[in-house]
């Protein structure tokens, strides 16, 4: 929600636009081909990830597809912007990456499979995750340690 405009995502894969004013919805947009696990809007646009793989940029105004940002995946599970960069979490090939686009809104060229410091791209798994410590960091941590990841679910 954002001032008097909310905007919604439905496992029909379509992204509704509703004004508050009116109770009444703006735009209908037929976004995925399943269900919208992801959006964000700002006052000029929608961005929508859907678990049809595609991350898409829709003029909130007018609710016409401006672009698909990025390849199509797996399956998409975050996206978030601000201002003029663009992070997709998303499921490729059985792996766990992120995308980043930078000046997304205005340069249509993006970077996909941005690698930066820290991030690690993991196989995805279908076990839940468990912790595992030693008897060492169980017991004490230090504020400059590191956690450590064994893998994403």
């Given amino acids: 929600m954002r001032g008097n405009t909310l905007v919604t995502g439905g496992s029909d894969g379509s992204v509704r636009v509703w ?9 209908r947009l037929a976004a995925h081909d399943n269900s919208v696990t992801s959006l964000q809007f700002d006052d000029t646009r929608v961005v929508s990830g859907g678990s049809d793989g595609r ?3 829709w003029d909130l105004k007018t609710g016409q597809l401006v672009r698909e940002l990025t ?3 797996d399956a998409v599970w975050r996206v978030a912007f601000e ?6 979490m998303a499921s490729r090939s059985n792996r766990t990456i992120m995308e980043v686009c930078f000046n997304w809104p205005t340069h249509y060229p993006f970077l996909t499979n941005t690698l930066l ?6 196989p ?4 839940p995750l468990r912790a595992r410590r030693s ?5 004490a941590r230090s504020a400059t340690s590191t956690p450590q990841c064994s893998g994403i679910q």
Avoid: D, Q
């Fill in 83 to 88: 201002e003029e960069k663009c992070v997709v």
């Fill in 135 to 139: 008897n060492s960091t169980r017991n």
């Fill in 117 to 122: 410091p820290g991030v690690v791209f993991l």
């Fill in 55 to 57: 991350v898409k940029v």
């Fill in 124 to 127: 995805t798994r279908r076990r």
């Fill in 71 to 73: 390849a199509p995946a």
């Fill in 19 to 27: 004004s508050l004013e009116k109770m009444a919805p703006i735009h």
